[in-house]
């Protein structure tokens, strides 16, 4: 199997074999269950959705609730598909799969939705870096963006202009994250360096390929 489903735990930092501080984020990766099995012949593509997080009963609609009942397992509060398998290690329908999957040292990608920030000035979206004090004696234009248009031709603002705007709150892929440490006994995984998301939020955890 090329993954596992997740949640962001917070952040400590852990000493390695050679007695560095290494700071870490702690994810609690599964239990997770096998919840539907694609395959090309039926749906066009191959395929293993995983659900996680138990979710009480009342929650679920009727046809989740008959999707999760059909594979022997409690309502679930999120799903999600994975695509890469390896040789070997297709999982059936209705396995649960935990950290056991994963090793210390090997690599894996993590997904996970930023932090919103709301709507942000140029600075702090793009880093400008302002005008300071060489204003030449205008006011309010220390954070300001600049010139935006291109003269009388052709008239307009150009698309992927960087402005102001809205900031964070969207899908972030952190590549290569080395697994330092895994407690299967509590299913969580300590990986080298940050992860997008805030604590508690739901993450995508993939074998690095």
């Not at 702690?26 to 239990?31: E, F, H, L, M």
């Not at 659900?51 to 609609?61: G, H, Q």
Request: hydrophobic share 35%; net charge positive.
């Amino acid at each position: 199997m090329s993954g596992l489903l997740g949640k962001k735990i917070g952040m400590t930092s852990i000493y390695d074999e050679a007695g560095r501080n290494v700071p870490v984020t702690v994810i609690q990766a599964g239990p997770c269950v096998v919840t539907q099995i694609r395959t090309a012949e039926k749906d066009g593509y191959d395929a293993i959705q995983l659900a996680y997080d138990d979710v009480p009963e009342r929650k679920v609609n009727k046809p989740l609730l008959g999707h999760f009942k059909k594979a022997g397992a409690t309502p679930k509060r999120i799903l999600a598909e994975f695509t890469r398998f390896e040789e070997g290690h297709r999982k059936t329908f209705g396995e649960i799969l935990t950290v056991d999957i994963f090793e210390e040292g090997e690599f894996i990608d993590v997904s996970g939705t930023s932090k919103g920030k709301g709507f942000q000035g140029v600075i702090r979206r793009h880093n400008f870096g302002g005008v300071g004090d060489a204003t030449h004696g205008q006011h309010n234009r220390l954070r300001a963006p600049g010139s935006l248009g291109a003269s009388s031709f052709p008239s307009r603002v150009f698309k992927g202009m960087r402005m102001a705007g809205h900031l964070g709150s969207r899908k972030v892929k952190v590549l290569n994250l080395k697994i330092m440490k895994i407690i299967p006994e509590k299913n969580l995984i300590l990986v080298k360096g940050a992860v997008p998301g805030a604590i508690g939020s739901y993450l995508k955890i993939e074998r690095w390929s």
